[in-house]
């Protein structure tokens, strides 16, 4: 077979090789982009953002139905489902995002070739296809490859009880008590998910307090919550053991505690794919997470090999990755790129109530001696909220006493990713234009739950002396 030329070869199809793919399209390169699946959409599609926050809605609507007084007159006992079962609507949305996908590469002529992709050298990439290899050159390559559940080689992941965050969604059995190690984003998401399933869940944290990366208040909102909830959450465990039996697994803890439960989800960390790269071939090695060093233009140490998304690290979001490979375009196309990642990167958090938050903490704040106030406004006394049944949960702005500049949005409770998105627009102003009065001077459509903006400023601003 004769070897193909591109201008770009993109590893990986999740957002940040669809991202650069498509912008390099429109601006005239020929592009190839090789996934190792047999669907483009890489593992935020099929394994991660996608299904978990379609089980997410699922199981939230299930609550709510359960919860509802109009719906739930005249059936003696709540309704319940299995994780099996709500399985089936995730596989739907992954179907729909997969073709839809699959479209915007054939509408802009991209070839996608599937297969395994291994770097030959600087310019050449050999594809490990069904019934044998071909091997493809371009003058820039763009990795993409994406990350992996990191699995510890002490514990055994064949095991038909133990999981970790991708082979989670093969699960059949609906288990009565699932052990959840690790209470990072993914963790406290599962550990939502299956108690709304009514599963008695175990969350283990080996830090002291969850999601330590937020505002205090808000770490402590989701605390109270899991555990009103029915999750029991244990700080500051490691585990020594984990030992699958033919009904269970049993984890064994530093701390001489031991604990069995029908299943075990692994969920502490992720490693880039870059395994099966053989980087050494081009002179490029990743860390101990399988992840690369890149420049502000995403360009590795050999200068015409780029990469974006979770194989870079933080911040390791679908929605940054995106972003990530569009620069990357520009910078393989112009030599370098003008647009930069935005620097206060908005994090989405699909627990059970949500969370989201952008800027800064108080803590942070405090540490750095800016002075700032705090405006507040509780879900349960917003209309829309209270039609909604979704009283839970509050909207907090932190602004610079003086210059009243937006300094940080934390939201927790019903469509916080959402609600967010509104203060984050008046905080990428520039200049007066990023003030808490514009919350006050605006006019809100009413009932909304955007209307909390205007009475969390009202009530910050009424701390000022």
């Not at 319940?80 to 997969?98: C, G, M, P, R, Y």
């Not at 990072?184 to 330590?212: H, M, N, P, Q």
Request: net charge neutral.
């Amino acid at each position: 077979m004769e070897n193909k030329h591109y201008d770009a070869i993109i590893i990986g199809s999740g957002p940040g090789g669809e991202g650069a793919a498509m912008n390099l399209s429109k601006r005239g390169q020929r592009v190839a982009v090789v996934e190792r699946h047999q669907d483009v959409g890489g593992g935020c599609t099929h394994w991660g953002t996608i299904p978990s926050k379609a089980l997410r809605h699922s199981v939230s609507r299930l609550i709510d139905f359960n919860n509802s007084p109009l719906f739930v007159e005249g059936f003696h006992k709540p309704r319940a489902w299995t994780f099996d079962q709500i399985l089936k609507q995730a596989a739907s949305v992954v179907t729909k995002q997969t073709r839809m996908r699959a479209g915007f590469y054939n509408r802009n002529d991209v070839d996608v070739i599937h297969g395994c992709a291994e770097l030959v050298d600087r310019n050449t990439v050999k594809v490990v296809v069904e019934g044998g290899t071909e091997t493809i050159t371009a003058d820039k390559l763009l990795l993409a490859p994406g990350s992996r559940p990191y699995r510890p080689a002490d514990i055994d992941f064949s095991h038909p009880r133990v999981y970790d965050s991708d082979t989670i969604l093969n699960l059949t059995h609906h288990p009565r008590h699932i052990i959840i190690y690790g209470a990072g984003v993914i963790g406290c998401e599962y550990a939502s998910i299956f108690r709304g399933l009514d599963c008695k869940v175990t969350l283990i944290d080996s830090r002291e307090r969850l999601l330590s990366f937020l505002d205090v208040e808000i770490s402590d909102a989701l605390s109270y919550h899991l555990r009103s909830s029915g999750v029991m959450i244990r700080h500051n465990e490691t585990y020594a053991s984990v030992v699958g039996e033919d009904h269970g697994v049993v984890v064994s803890f530093e701390s001489g505690k031991r604990l069995k439960a029908d299943a075990l989800l692994f969920a502490n960390g992720r490693t880039g794919n870059t395994d099966t790269l053989k980087l050494e071939k081009v002179g490029l090695k990743a860390n101990h997470r399988g992840q690369l060093e890149v420049n502000e233009h995403y360009q590795t140490s050999v200068e015409n090999i780029y990469a974006v998304g979770d194989v870079i690290g933080y911040p390791s979001l679908a929605s940054a990755a995106y972003d990530q490979g569009r620069i990357a375009a520009d910078a393989i196309v112009d030599g370098k790129a003008e647009a930069k990642l935005i620097g206060n990167i908005p994090t989405g958090i699909y627990t059970i109530p949500e969370i989201s938050s952008v800027g800064k903490t108080e803590q942070e704040l405090t540490a750095a001696k800016i002075p700032y106030e705090i405006g507040q406004a509780h879900f349960s006394s917003l209309a829309r909220a209270q039609i909604a049944n979704a009283g839970v949960g509050c909207l907090k702005l932190l602004f610079h006493r003086e210059t009243k500049q937006i300094l940080g949005i934390h939201c927790f409770g019903v469509n916080a990713s959402e609600i967010l998105h509104i203060g984050q627009a008046i905080m990428e102003q520039e200049g007066d234009a990023n003030t808490i009065e514009y919350f006050v001077r605006t006019t809100f459509n009413y009932p909304t739950m955007a209307e909390a903006y205007r009475v969390a400023a009202l009530n910050g601003l009424n701390r000022l002396f």
